[in-house]
């Protein structure tokens, strides 16, 4: 809620009174501090292979709590460097200390990951077929980049913008993520490009069904570079190498060896890279504010917009009925 709208009402306690939005940084920080006091009554995984990653695991109150802190230090007038801190310390205990419940996966595997229930995966919202359990057809990133003989379209319904592709799956140099997350129209314009990211379908021939794997909340990719950018803000450029160059190496993709203010771009470049699809980056460009920079967005947004609330959804006005105290963001009115 707080990612959508900013600062919300906030209820800790059975309340039917209607009350006024509470900052959202108060907000995110009471959540971190129920985390903090909470996340070990929750094991590593689970016996039960039917379960794993669908119900909440340690990682996936660690992977939370590092994401909650990152939103605190993109938006806190404050020293960041404390949230930073917390945010590696979170993920060291998620790579160190996981008893070997979580690993990379070999990309072959893709279909596997993405069907869910994984070492990989540490919160997931199931999909399956056979169950009777789908997502609405147009709810599904699957839907708009997939096309025959994958999907009874001719072509897929978007495309993405060459340089930005080419920016993330460079055409010269290898990377795994190319050959099993895309065919050979990666750069197209013409509606022939796709992504097999997300590709488990069991369906009859000319259906016109979206693959059934889970919806991706929390993969263990994503606090690595969680853990990785936290490094880099800290300036402890190498620790940040290592960790980021763990995802790179498992895409068999050039290490990266950049210093700086370089390496922070080369660890948000892989984040959307390795999270492509999964519904990280616009939230990733807020919260860095790199929405407001052409560099990182062919759409950015003005200052005065960002400010304003511009990266937040609108409130209706039909919510003043049943709580006077309620505050419209002010960018959409």
Request: charged residues 25%; aromatic residues 14%; contains cysteine.
């Amino acid at each position: 809620m707080v990612r959508l709208f900013g600062d919300v009402p906030y209820y800790t306690d059975v309340n039917t009174d209607p009350l006024p939005r509470t900052n959202m940084i108060t907000v995110l920080k009471n959540l971190s501090a129920d985390l903090d006091a909470n996340y070990k009554n929750l094991p590593w995984t689970y016996d039960d292979p039917s379960v794993v990653a669908v119900k909440a695991m340690r990682g996936s109150a660690l992977a939370l709590n590092m994401h909650i802190n990152m939103w605190i230090a993109g938006f806190a007038n404050e020293d960041k460097a404390p949230y930073y801190e917390k945010v590696e310390l979170m993920g060291k205990e998620l790579m160190e200390q996981n008893d070997g419940a979580y690993q990379l996966l070999s990309l072959a595997k893709t279909k596997e990951i993405f069907k869910g229930r994984t070492k990989e995966g540490l919160f997931e919202i199931v999909q399956n077929f056979n169950y009777g359990e789908s997502f609405s057809l147009a709810a599904s990133f699957s839907d708009y980049v997939l096309r025959a003989p994958n999907k009874v379209t001719t072509n897929s319904y978007i495309y993405y913008d060459p340089k930005f592709m080419e920016q993330l799956y460079p055409s010269i140099g290898g990377d795994l993520r190319k050959t099993y997350w895309f065919d050979d129209h990666i750069y197209a314009t013409d509606g022939k490009f796709q992504c097999l990211k997300f590709l488990n379908v069991f369906m009859e021939e000319g259906e016109d069904n979206n693959p059934d794997d889970n919806q991706m909340i929390f993969r263990y990719s994503d606090p690595i570079l969680l853990r990785a950018e936290a490094l880099a803000e800290l300036n402890r450029d190498g620790e940040a190498r290592d960790v980021v160059n763990v995802i790179r190496n498992r895409a068999e993709a050039a290490i990266i060896t950049e210093s700086g203010d370089d390496l922070k771009d080369a660890i948000w470049w892989e984040r959307a890279r390795e999270l492509f699809g999964e519904g990280n980056f616009f939230y990733d460009l807020v919260r860095t504010k790199k929405v407001i920079n052409s560099k990182y967005t062919s759409a950015p947004m003005s200052v005065g917009a960002f400010n304003s609330g511009g990266w937040t959804w609108p409130i209706d006005k039909s919510a003043l009925n049943n709580n006077p105290y309620m505050r419209l963001n002010n960018y959409w009115n």
